[in-house]
């Protein structure tokens, strides 16, 4: 139980908040998958992605009791909140830097 105590401690908000900070730096695929297939495709894949990801994390406040014991749930919430986030991100700056194109 202790062991369980030192994770709690370890994935406090300010540390869960820096997780969605280490979601938006693994951004890779994301470029790829615009460079390979298009900015449609990877906004039409994020778009749904977005909404479980913050459903995902609401669901989170509503049974609190539930997370108690599974904090890793929380740590893959925040983690895919923030790839998803910066996904969209890329794919709008995507869209607008091809208006521009010569």
């Known amino acids: 139980m202790n062991i369980v105590r030192n994770c709690l401690i370890f994935f406090s908000v300010e540390n869960l908040l820096s997780l ?3 979601g938006l730096i693994a951004t890779l695929p994301t470029g790829l ?4 297939k298009g900015p449609g495709v990877a906004a039409a894949i994020a778009l749904p992605l977005t ?3 913050y459903l ?3 669901s989170a406040t ?3 009791e539930f997370y108690y014991d599974k904090y890793y749930l929380l740590v893959v919430y925040f983690l895919l909140a ?3 986030d910066q996904s969209k991100y890329y794919t709008l ?3 607008t830097g091809n208006s521009y194109r010569k």
């Open 20 to 22: 969605f900070a280490v």
């Open 33 to 36: 998958l615009i460079r390979w």
């Open 51 to 53: 909404t479980l990801s």
């Open 56 to 58: 995902l994390l609401w």
């Open 62 to 64: 509503l049974t609190p």
């Open 82 to 84: 923030g790839k998803v």
């Open 93 to 95: 700056i995507s869209v």
